[in-house]
Structure formats: C-alpha cells, structure tokens
C-alpha cells in the first residue's frame, strides 16, 4: 500500500517509529551562490511511507536546483495516530519543523491552525488553488496550506475489457449499476469485488457516495455537524448502507469478499476477473505498477445515485503544506518560497515523476501526465463540469467515528442491516463529536 498519513480518513497507515528522522538534504547554499548570497537552511516533516520519502526528497532536489542557496532537510514521522500525536505535541511546545506535511480538512482543524501555524493569504499563487481545496486548509477566513500531490476520487474502477466483451456501458444510476452487475453474473464474473479482509476498504459505497447526499441535501454537513441529520433517518445518506446490503444480497460479491485484501482485489480487476471495485484512486499507482496493463484496461466511473443529471465525484483532497507560526525570519522567507514552489506546475511535474498521480492536481497549470493511466484521466471530467464533484463528508465535517470499516463489514458481509448498519454509525460517531466539544452534542 502506498496511501499517505494525511489519507487516513479511509486508509489503514502503518505505523514506525515515533523517533524523527533525518533523511536528506538539498544541495547547500554558499556565499558564492547566487551572486553571494547568503545560504539557510530549513527542516521540512513528512510522513515515513516509502512513498512520502519519495516524493519529498524529489520536492526538495528540484526546489534546491532552483534556489541553491537554500538548503532543506528532511524528517519523517510515522503515520496514523503516533504522527497525529507528533505533530500535535511539536507544535504546543513550538518543536515544529519550518515546514511540515499534514492532513486537510477536520484533522487540519485539529491542529487549532489559526493558533500554531502561518496564513498565507497574502501570497500570489493562492488564486491558482483550486477552491475545494482551499476549503479545506482555511480557518476563519485565512488560508494556511498548498497541495501535494492531487486529488484521490472515491468511485467504482472497472474493467474496460469486460464492459466491452458484454457491451455494457458505464452506469450514471445505481439501478443501470445493478443491471449491468445482473448481466457480468450471469457471464460468470465476480460483479463487485469487495476486500474485507482489509476493513477500511469496505467504505467506499458509503463515503464516496456523499456527492449523492449532498445533491439531495445539501446543507446535510452543516446539519450532521449541529446533531441536527443522522445517516439513519436521511433517506439520502442511508443508500450508502443500502447498497452495501443490496450487493451482499443479490449475491454479486466475489466469493472470498470476506478474506481478500487490496492485493487480491487490484489483481482481480487487473485480469479482468472482477469488473467493480469500489476504492479510492490512491490504489491505482500499485496496480499499475504490478499489472502495467491496468494502465489501459481499467477506467473509473464515479459511485452512481438515482438521478442521472446529478451523477457526479465524490473527492479527497491532497494533503497539505504547512509553515508553524514559530518559523521566523529568514527560514520564514526561505519556507514561503518552498511552498509557493510546491503550489507550482514545476512543483506538480516534480510529484509526477515519482508515480502515477492519484488524481487531476489541485493548482491552476498543472496537467496530468500523458501517459497517465484511463482511470486517472476518467476523474477529469467530473472536476471539470460545474457542480461534477463535491468534497468528502470527513472535509467538510469533523464528525466521523472509528468504526464505520467494521460496521460496513457487517452490512457488507449480511451479518447486520443497513438502517440497523447506520444507527450504530450515528451512535459510533457521538463520543468524537463530543471530544471536539461540538455545539448539540
């Protein structure tokens, strides 16, 4: 798996340890740079997934090659909770790196951004941000952070092959979704592949359905954050459970759904031996990279609703980049500098040759790859068409429970019902929502 901290609404991060390490350092700056002037140099906190080591130490050989006379090195964190608790304790005792990696939207909020970090409203490349993410990094009405890396769409990958082998075409409803799952049965292919044996996989028909929510009800994040909306008494957000259920039901789960894991999946939709896997986009840059010809045989097509001209993307967004409020002076200076490179195409072409994209960039000039694979490229449409994707419930509310993979499991396996599914969501989410302090709860 290659999924980042700051993904880990959904993904299951593997944990290291909690001492920081130093792992690289730009070229350094000399008196003789830059027609003599002066070298600083920076420290810049990333998450400690190969991945992450990756596309920092890229970040930093091509910022340095451009500003030689700023050195930056790097330190890496671990991942899920430990790297929550890092990040956290840095910054109340003002131990932070210059610059650091965190997560986006209620985690972001977590952090108290208007407290510990740095706004950069101010700067000039902020009106190149796209606007779902700057949602995302903006407290009160300041912006904090850029992007790194590009969106992750949560939707159904599927197989090109099989849809035309059966002349099925791409559903934009859950009722064309089931049809075209009645006749890939019937063909002896495994319709939907589901993975529980890796719990977090089994979410997808329920967050990534919340373009379909928030087309019905569109203030459904303000009012579930007020305590005011529940999934089990919305007949909109209740379908996510329902159609967990209907798949378990009509029997178009693969036969070991309760054993597989993300590996299994990604090779049955790789060979053509599963049609759907509903998943986040992040997975694509490891199927690729074990079955290259994933790259053209598998496209994406976003989780269908019941009304065909609201079909649309359910997203998350990047992590992001952020500078504390103890990064001062000239390290101030040099910090601003790297994020603006970041928040750059030169910085997006540099993340681009460190692995597949895991979706359209979220800055203004950056292109995909063109050798990118179809089911990355299938995401650009739906960010391109006004009112085409809406950010994750977990971006745009700071409610979400620990046990939504195990309840989804359950559901998805027939061990329990949808609305009973959903209550026990409702229920599971009470005891964070009151940790944050939320008014109505």
């Known amino acids: 798996m290659t999924f980042r901290p700051r993904m880990r609404g959904l993904a299951v991060v593997a944990a290291g340890s909690l001492a920081l390490t130093a792992c690289s350092a730009g070229s350094l700056g000399s008196s003789d740079d830059a027609g003599g002037a002066a070298s600083v140099s920076i420290t810049y906190l990333a998450g400690n997934l190969e991945q992450d080591v990756k596309e920092a130490n890229q970040l930093i050989k091509d910022f340095t090659a451009k500003n030689p006379t700023v050195t930056v090195k790097l330190e890496t964190r671990p991942g899920g909770s430990e790297g929550d608790n890092i990040v956290k304790t840095r910054l109340s005792t003002g131990d932070m790196s210059d610059v650091f990696a965190y997560n986006t939207g209620s985690l972001f909020q977590a952090i108290a951004p208007e407290k510990n970090l740095t706004p950069i409203s101010d700067q000039p490349y902020i009106g190149d941000l796209d606007e779902n993410f700057k949602k995302t990094v903006t407290a ?47 063909a002896g292919i495994a319709p939907v592949i589901q993975t529980y044996g890796e719990t977090w996989t089994s979410q997808l028909f329920v967050l990534g359905d919340f373009h379909n929510v928030a087309a019905v009800e569109p203030d459904f994040a303000d009012r579930y954050t007020k305590n005011q909306a529940k999934y089990a008494t919305s007949p909109a957000a209740l379908k996510g459970f329902e159609h967990t259920q209907q798949v378990h039901d009509s029997g178009y789960e693969n036969k070991d759904f309760a054993s597989a894991k993300l590996p299994d999946g990604l090779r049955m939709l790789a060979q053509g031996k599963g049609a759907h896997y509903p998943i986040l986009t992040g997975v694509v840059n490891d199927m690729v990279s074990t079955y290259p010809n994933a790259a053209k045989d598998v496209g994406l097509f976003a989780l269908p609703g019941d009304d065909a001209s609201k079909n649309g993307l359910t997203v998350w967004t990047p992590g992001g980049v952020y500078i504390p409020n103890t990064t001062t002076g000239e390290k101030l200076d040099a910090a601003k500098k790297f994020l603006a490179f970041i928040a750059s195409p030169d910085g997006c072409k540099s993340l681009a040759t460190t692995g597949v994209p895991t979706g359209p960039y979220a800055v203004k000039g950056c292109e995909l790859p063109a050798d990118v694979p179809q089911s990355i490229k299938d995401m650009q449409p739906y960010l391109d068409k006004s009112g085409g994707s809406s950010l994750a419930l977990e971006f745009v509310s700071p409610v979400k429970g620990p046990s939504l993979e195990q309840i989804t499991v359950e559901v998805g396996s027939g061990i329990q019902k949808a609305k009973d599914g959903a209550a026990r969501y409702d229920e599971d989410v009470k005891k964070q929502a009151q940790q944050l302090g939320l008014a109505g709860w």
């Not at 599927?158 to 075209?180: C, D, H, Q």
């Open 140 to 186: 009160g009405d300041k912006v904090y952070g850029v992007p790194s890396g590009g969106f992750m769409g949560g939707a159904v990958l599927y197989s090109i092959p099989v849809y035309t082998r059966l002349g099925l075409k791409v559903p934009a409803t859950w009722a064309e979704f089931m049809a075209n799952n009645a006749k890939i049965k019937a």
